[in-house]
């Protein structure tokens, strides 16, 4: 019985020996092998995988962990975008198959991982980007294997089992203009040329925004990796058009997006859909971001090739009030085009005032409306930083409260009989207009309010200092001896009396000044038609229009 106990022991003791021998083996290996060794082939096997040029600084070896470290590591760029590095980082830290390295001094890499890179992505005035080349396989080269254990991942169906990027940063440079994505984490399992595979990816955006999409990616496309297919959740909150780059601040067109949705791509069609919510809308230079969030349903189709894509019939809601968004856009090499047609009817006017100010539309100082709907039909067509906005409005049965516009226009509420108040009651407003990024130009503008009568004309509204050039006329509903005598010398009818105006001074401050000339020579028209003495009709003129000038307060 002792001597079988001994003969265990002595066993045991033989194993504890030979493991001890092992690990001081493994702990002295590193020793005896030079890692820098196999920076040539570690350089050549990571160039051959991604088609660039790739410098290493000091390697060293942790069997413990099978993995290569590299201190140092620059990717070249597509030399046809930039001759500065692609990507930098000080340190990667390499996966390898053990057996290969000690046995054969054969690099077999698995896994990489990469802390802290800085990665410079750049699109071309064309559409086209400086990592879409990131592929050593080309189209018709054939796969050496489809055994996943061979490790080289250059040419392989499994391209590499783990890729790990930790608090990365990268600028996004487009048409000159630069932006900056921190801490960008990346993951993705079994990378493979036939089949799919895990992908996670999460950023912070400019201006305190955060990404992050979650789904599967492959099998890579050997030609071009914006080819790859995909299939994620996107979840965007944030996102601010002009610090990102989307829109640039000279155009006007500004807020911040939060969107969440289903990202599909086969590689050649990228389909979206889902919900976002956009704050701080603003659309034309002068305007003001809207009070509140604007809130969207959207599918978007864009085709990867012809760079451009449509917009399906977007519901865009703002309080109660809802409008459709319907289009096309085209990335051309002058940058984003757009064609789109809103149409919304029905609007209640209550929810959409305080989105007005966005399109450039303010209301004089203190005034709001009340009440009533809004209808709009507007096209948005042109390059994105030169947008042209064309179509036309209406509102209907709204009150205009907290500016007196019998008090603005006191000679002519006297003529109509109207009181001054804080309320004016609107049938219709209506007008068809042009927004560019100079200013909103109004072609036909009718005003109907019941109690003075109609008001129409056409102006200018400039962006810059919102500054108003209006030439109108009231067609006024007189009341009282002064307005009816002074219609039937006008020559109106019915009681009706036509006097043309200007409106000067600024979208919050607006001036009514008369139109003398236009005045007089319509009372002369009337009046003395026919031949007679010029001079006599001049005096006559002057007379009059000193009389109107006087009565309107100029």
């Known amino acids: 019985m002792s001597g079988n106990i001994k003969k265990k022991f002595g066993a045991f003791k033989i194993i504890g020996i030979l493991v001890l021998v092992l690990v001081i083996t493994i702990i002295a290996i590193p020793f005896f092998i030079d890692a820098n060794q196999f920076r040539p082939q570690l350089e050549s096997k990571l160039s051959a995988a991604l088609g660039r040029s790739v410098k290493t600084g000091n390697l060293s070896l942790s069997l413990f962990s099978g993995a290569v470290g590299v201190d140092d590591i620059t990717i070249a760029d597509d030399p046809a975008f930039s001759s500065s590095p692609f990507l930098q980082a000080k340190s990667l830290?390499?996966?390898?198959?053990?057996?290969?390295?000690?046995?054969?001094?054969?690099?077999?890499?698995?896994?990489?991982?990469?802390?802290?890179?800085?990665?410079?992505?750049?699109?071309?005035?064309?559409?086209?980007?400086?990592?879409?080349s990131l592929v050593g396989v080309k189209e018709g080269k054939k796969s050496k294997t489809t055994n996943s254990e061979s490790g080289d991942f250059s040419g392989e169906d499994i391209a590499i089992e783990r890729l790990t990027i930790n608090d990365g940063t990268i600028t996004i440079n487009k048409g000159g203009k630069a932006s900056t994505y921190k801490n960008v984490d990346i993951s993705a399992k079994n990378l493979s040329f036939v089949s799919e595979f895990p992908l996670n990816l999460s950023a912070d955006l400019p201006a305190d925004g955060r990404l992050s999409l979650e789904g599967t990616a492959g099998p890579i496309s050997r030609t071009d990796l914006i080819k790859t297919p995909m299939t994620a959740d996107l979840d965007v909150s944030g996102f601010n058009l002009i610090e990102s780059g989307f829109a640039s601040p000279d155009t006007g067109f500004d807020g911040v997006i939060d969107f969440d949705g289903l990202l599909i791509s086969d590689g050649r069609q990228v389909q979206s859909r889902g919900n976002a919510n956009v704050d701080r809308l603003q659309i034309v230079k002068g305007g003001s971001p809207a009070e509140h969030?604007?809130?969207?349903?959207?599918?978007?189709?864009?085709?990867?090739?012809?760079?451009?894509?449509?917009?399906?019939?977007?519901?865009?809601?703002?309080g109660k009030a809802a409008a459709n968004l319907n289009g096309n856009f085209q990335r051309r090499r002058e940058g984003l085009t757009i064609n789109m047609r809103l149409l919304g009817k029905d609007m209640p006017v209550e929810d959409m005032k305080t989105l007005l100010p966005a399109f450039g539309v303010v209301l004089p100082k203190g005034a709001s409306l009340e009440g009533g709907v809004l209808n709009a039909d507007m096209t948005a067509s042109g390059p994105i930083d030169k947008i042209n906005i064309i179509g036309s409005t209406d509102i209907s049965n709204t009150s205009l409260v907290g500016y007196d516009l019998a008090g603005k226009i006191a000679a002519l509420a006297q003529l109509a009989g109207l009181q001054s108040g804080n309320r004016t009651d609107i049938e219709t407003l209506a007008s068809s207009m042009r927004m560019t990024p100079d200013g909103i130009r109004i072609n036909t503008i009718k005003l109907v309010v019941p109690a003075i009568g109609d008001l129409a004309g056409n102006g200018d509204i400039n962006n810059s200092d919102q500054s108003l050039n209006f030439r109108m006329k009231a067609r006024l509903k007189t009341s009282g001896d002064l307005g009816q005598e002074l219609a039937q010398f006008l020559g109106g009818s019915g009681g009706n009396l036509t006097i043309p105006f200007f409106i000067r001074g600024t979208a919050s401050e607006p001036k009514f000044v008369p139109d003398l000339e236009s005045t007089a020579g319509s009372i002369l028209e009337s009046q003395f038609s026919g031949?007679?003495?010029?001079?006599?009709?001049?005096?006559?003129?002057?007379?009059i229009g000193d009389a109107i000038k006087g009565l309107l307060g100029d």
């Open 531 to 543: 031949p007679g003495d010029e001079a006599g009709k001049s005096n006559v003129g002057k007379a």
């Open 93 to 132: 830290k390499a996966g390898v198959k053990l057996k290969p390295l000690i046995f054969s001094k054969e690099v077999r890499i698995t896994e990489i991982s990469l802390d802290g890179p800085s990665i410079n992505l750049i699109r071309s005035a064309g559409g086209l980007w400086n990592f879409s």
């Open 293 to 318: 969030p604007a809130s969207m349903e959207y599918a978007v189709n864009y085709d990867l090739a012809q760079q451009k894509g449509v917009l399906e019939n977007l519901k865009m809601a703002y």
